[in-house]
């Protein structure tokens, strides 16, 4: 059974910093392009960002773009979304999803999805 679970997420002040795991079971990470979303209160799904399986290339939003960072270890079969400077904009629910596909970066299409890890970014 291919299960992704996301931890990390809390409560950070403006500035601060968390980071975020993406832990996959039943699947090799491998295989699959990871992306990170998040979804804020009355808002739409977001790409935040997304590392590929192919040759680990890295996709950012314009928003995040210099402050997070997405990471891969295989041998512990993770994903993980470094992030700093952190905003009170950057608050909300955070995903992560995968898939085979080698073109999910680009076209933000995802089969397999975590249940999801708050974020609360506020003094």
């Known amino acids: 059974q291919v299960q992704l679970v996301e931890s990390g997420g809390g409560l950070v002040q403006p500035g601060g910093s968390l980071r975020l795991s993406c832990a996959a079971s039943?699947?090799?990470?491998?295989?699959?392009?990871i992306g990170w979303f998040r979804q804020a209160p009355g808002k739409e799904r977001e790409g935040v960002s997304c590392i590929s399986s192919s040759d680990g290339s890295t996709y950012y939003a314009d928003s995040v773009k210099g402050r997070f960072t997405v990471s891969r270890d295989n041998a512990k079969n993770t994903v993980y979304l470094q992030m700093n400077s952190l905003k009170p904009e950057d608050t909300a629910v955070y995903y992560c999803?995968?898939?085979?596909?080698?073109?999910?970066?680009?076209?933000?299409?995802?089969?397999?999805w975590g249940q999801g890890t708050q974020v609360t970014v506020s003094s």
């Open positions: 039943g699947f090799t990470l491998d295989y699959y392009a």
């Open positions: 999803a995968a898939d085979t596909d080698g073109s999910s970066c680009l076209t933000g299409s995802f089969g397999s």
